[in-house]
């Protein structure tokens, strides 16, 4: 597709349950970003990958999250033994790595998560 | 990591132009300075974006204060559609990685 794809849209779940949310950046984009919002605030940085580097995961909040990305394609953030405060929207972007004036963000439309 | 700081919220009316400020009194000399507007449940779009020069595009213009301590987006002819929050945000070098959002200015348009 064209832009950023994030899957499922909504996912409900009960609190101790695993779930694992997918993001499809835009085809040769080699930088990825997850980020966390919390109702009615700002976007919370949570990890960055760019190409064949180590990952920036210094805004993941605890042990429970972690992400992956298989080469410079698709990209799973894995949030175990949910808690009801990891209720939000996670949404991923992904810009094309090359840095300088042409870098922009290009998001998705998220992953709304509710647990209940 | 430079921040910025806007308000919590503006109002417009319809039609009439829209000035967004922005405060960013510690931005480095390889900042860039980036703009972006999240619509009502949707993802974060780009907006515009500078480094020194003033900059205008098909959705706003951007000026930047020449001690590049502040910026102002500005939406010459607000709509209804630019309701929406728009957020600063400085890009260390154009190299992205942990770009800090904040809570972002929420505009109102009013018909």
């Known amino acids: 597709g064209a832009g950023v794809s994030q899957s499922p849209s909504n996912k409900v779940t009960e609190k101790g349950k695993d779930v694992e949310l997918r993001c499809d950046p835009i085809s040769g984009h080699t930088a990825l970003y997850w980020y966390r919002q919390r109702l009615g605030q700002g976007l919370e940085f949570l990890i960055y990958f760019q190409g064949n580097s180590a990952p920036d995961k210094s805004g993941l909040p605890s042990d429970r999250f972690s992400a992956e990305r298989t080469g410079e394609s698709v990209s799973t953030l894995t949030i175990q033994r949910t808690q009801q405060e990891d209720s939000a929207v996670y949404l991923c972007a992904s810009s094309s790595g090359q840095g300088g004036w042409n870098e922009k963000l290009f998001f998705g439309s998220g992953t709304q998560l509710s647990v209940l | 990591d430079a921040k910025t700081t806007q308000p919590n919220s503006m109002e417009s009316n319809e039609e009439e132009p829209v000035h967004l400020p922005c405060n960013h009194s510690?931005?480095?000399?390889?900042?860039?300075i980036h703009w972006y507007r999240q619509l009502p449940s949707q993802g974060p779009e780009y907006v515009i974006h500078?480094?020194?020069s003033n900059v205008n595009n098909r959705m706003a213009s951007l000026a930047i204060a020449e001690d590049r301590k502040s910026s102002t987006l500005i939406l010459h002819r607000a709509t209804l559609r630019d309701a929406a929050v728009y957020y600063c945000?400085?890009?260390?070098?154009?190299?992205?990685?942990?770009?800090?959002f904040g809570k972002g200015t929420k505009l109102s348009v009013k018909p």
């Open positions: 510690t931005i480095s000399g390889t900042d860039y």
């Open positions: 945000i400085l890009d260390y070098g154009g190299s992205q990685g942990n770009l800090i």
């Open positions: 500078g480094l020194t």
